[in-house]
């Protein structure tokens, strides 16, 4: 698939199928991660790979959008780490380039993958350090469930010419 057909096509995935997935995917999935842009070449981030059934059907108890963990092969959960971050305030921002770019490997290599929402919600982020045993520098971003999608869904055209602007405003 070519990166424009990837991203285009690409819709978050919540329904998944029993078929288990591979480390080398989850391991590309992560090499995609990484390969994201950060400032300053910071790369603030840690990766937690969650394949225990106990921990995947733990967290939906308290993250109200995560039910489809249950069904879930594996997550990954993007974490920053606080001593890394070079550029103050930017530690976010690298985490969300390399979530996108988690979902649209996930995408691109047959997967059904979404974003769920951990930072900045608090009580997300305490639970997570709690279940995860995560150590104070750690804070949890960004939580995506992955598996071979059970459920197929169209991707429109979301481009919106009302929001492009030329040179100035209005
Ligand atoms: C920051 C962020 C947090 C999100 N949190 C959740 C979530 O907790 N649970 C969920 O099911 N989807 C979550 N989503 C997915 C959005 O609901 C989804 O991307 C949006 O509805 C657009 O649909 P699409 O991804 O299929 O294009 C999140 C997306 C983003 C970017």
Redesign the pocket.
């Known amino acids: 698939m070519d990166a424009l057909t990837t991203i285009f096509s ?3 995935i ?1 329904l998944y199928t029993a078929k288990s997935v591979s480390r080398e995917m989850v391991n590309e999935i992560l090499r995609a991660a990484m390969s994201a842009p950060s400032a300053g070449n910071e790369r603030p981030w840690h990766f937690i790979v969650l394949t225990d059934r106990a921990i995947l059907d733990a967290i939906p108890k308290f ?1 109200p ?2 039910a ?1 963990l249950k069904h879930a092969q594996a997550a990954i959960l993007v974490c920053g780490d606080m001593t890394l971050e070079k550029q103050k305030g930017y530690w976010t921002l690298d985490c969300a380039a390399a979530t996108e770019n988690m979902l649209l490997a996930a995408h691109a290599k047959g997967l059904g993958a ?4 951990v930072y900045p919600t608090e009580d997300r982020v305490a639970n997570l350090k709690r279940l995860l045993n995560l150590p104070e520098h750690i804070v949890p971003f ?1 939580l995506v469930p992955l598996g071979f999608p059970a459920e197929e ?1 169209q991707a429109p055209d979301r481009f919106d010419g009302s929001r492009v602007h030329e040179n100035r405003w209005p």
């Open positions: 690409r819709r978050s919540r993250h959008y995560s489809m979404v974003w769920c929402g960004s869904k």
